[in-house]
């Protein structure tokens, strides 16, 4: 519904960009994204379309507090010299922005080392 709802177009494998994010395992617990190699995760954040909107209040996006399961995530940016993380479902690929407040330290220290 999410994704659906973040669209101007069909596109056959949607791009969204993911903010205020958590990822977490199966009991609810908050996990490093390396962590998917292991067990199955989860993820809570707000969708919004790929591309920014210059309007603020199309940027409110969509909260969506479990979707998933995830099923992998990748690194790119780096010919930019700043790393993008992106995790992908079965219906779509994230970019992920910015983590949820409590998630930032677990977050930031996979992103310094990509």
Same mark, same amino acid.
């Given at each position: 519904?999410? +994704?659906? !709802? ?6 056959? $494998? ?6 205020? @994010? +958590? @990822?977490?395992?199966?009991?609810? $617990? ?7 190699? =292991?067990?199955?995760?989860? +993820? ?8 920014? !909107? ?12 479990? @979707? ?9 940016? @780096? ?5 993008? =993380?992106? +995790? ?8 992920? =922005?910015?983590? $949820? ?14």
């Amino acid at each position: 519904m999410a +994704v659906k !709802s973040t669209t101007g177009e069909n596109i056959p $494998r949607p791009n969204r960009r993911l903010t205020n @994010f +958590v @990822f977490y395992d199966s009991d609810g $617990r908050p996990q490093p994204i390396e962590m998917l190699e =292991i067990c199955n995760m989860y +993820v809570a954040g707000t969708i919004l379309p790929l591309e920014g !909107s210059s309007d603020e209040e199309k940027e409110k996006g969509i909260r969506c507090e479990h @979707f998933g399961r995830l099923e992998s995530w990748a690194i790119s940016g @780096f010919e930019e010299g700043s790393p993008i =993380i992106w +995790v992908s479902t079965k219906i779509a690929d994230y970019e992920c =922005i910015e983590p $949820r407040t409590g998630y930032k330290r677990m977050y930031k220290n996979f992103y310094e080392k990509a």
